[in-house]
């Protein structure tokens, strides 16, 4: 059947949205991007501070409670039955836990095609674009440069600090069976 799923993970302002964006536009066939902020604009304002839901801190720090973390558990197996039936998805994802995050997604798409994905930028090239979005709290890309990535497995790694999401995109592409 062939890759069913592109997950990509990288810290905020790594460019994965852009090179989502782009991979739709250089695959033959029609895919879907979701991801993280998709979870996100869903939840009701209550759970869109900290406590049971998602917080962002002043200083870039994301804390999760427990009924975000029962959603986004709901929300990977979702994902992943839009794949088995038959939808091919591109998961734009930030592994705040790392490879707890990653064993998360794992779970959830055992039997599909994944292609895995880290989206890398040099923190200080990620913070200036943060800055430019202006739609980020300070600090969120420096702190989840290196810590999106500890200990996860990828089967490729692409690297935005200098390329484009479109030479990003290709060079995925080239790994889509």
Known sequence: MGTQVIVLNGGSSAGKSSVARQLQRVLPQPWLTLGTDTLVDALPPSLREPGAGIGFGPDGQVTTGAVFRELDVAWSAGVAQMARSG?????????????ASQ????????????????VRCDPDVAEARERARGD??????????????????????????????????????????
């Open 136 to 177: 980020r709290g300070p600090g969120m890309a420096r702190t989840q440069a290196a810590l999106v990535h500890v200990d996860v497995t990828y089967d490729l790694t692409v690297d935005t600090t200098h390329a484009d999401a479109l030479a990003a995109a290709r060079q995925i592409a080239g790994h889509v069976t």
């Open 103 to 118: 064993a998360r997604w794992q779970a959830a798409l055992a039997g599909l095609d994944v292609l895995w994905v880290g």
């Open 87 to 99: 939808a091919r998805i591109i998961v734009d994802e930030v592994f705040l836990g790392g490879a």
